[in-house]
């Protein structure tokens, strides 16, 4: 049980440390420049439990960035990622997320412009641990929500 709990924080702290650096940055058309509330959940199966709340102005050149291709090989003291099979569509952006390290798992990242003021990134890890396979989720969803505070 303790393992578990360890290797699912481990999981959540890979993917906070990806959702941070991807926020919002990968969806394909562009969002409005502005402040925007940005909601990232926690779940597995069918529990969503928000764990974070914050409040970000997004500039024209981060704005800019959507189209590019997403940089989110990270190294870490405990977990080394890499990033691979990216595909875009208009709206969106899909790629796998091998990591490797203390904890080990297989992930698909999926970000998505839903509108100019209005976008989400779902992030699943596939754990298998023990004989049993358990899928864990975050999901971050951005909304438009006035301009930037000078």
Avoid at 32 to 39: C, D, M, R
Avoid at 46 to 61: N, S
């Amino acid at each position: 049980m303790r393992r578990r709990w360890i290797v699912n924080l481990g999981v959540y702290a890979v993917a906070t440390a990806l959702l941070s650096a991807v926020t919002p940055a990968f969806a394909i058309n562009t969002p409005e420049p502005g402040l925007w509330s940005i909601v990232t959940r926690a779940g597995a199966g069918h529990r969503d439990i928000p764990v974070r709340k914050v409040d970000r102005c997004i500039t024209p050149e981060e704005a800019k960035t959507f189209a590019s291709k997403p940089p989110v090989d990270l190294v870490e003291k405990d977990v080394t990622c890499k990033s691979n099979d990216y595909r875009r569509s208009d709206n969106a952006g899909t790629w796998g997320l091998h990591c490797s390290g203390n904890v080990t798992f297989d992930a698909t990242v999926t970000a998505t412009l839903i509108s100019p003021q209005h976008y989400t990134i779902v992030f699943a890890a596939t754990l298998v641990s023990g004989g049993s396979t358990k899928t864990v989720m975050r999901k971050v969803e951005g909304h438009r929500i006035g301009e930037c505070l000078r």
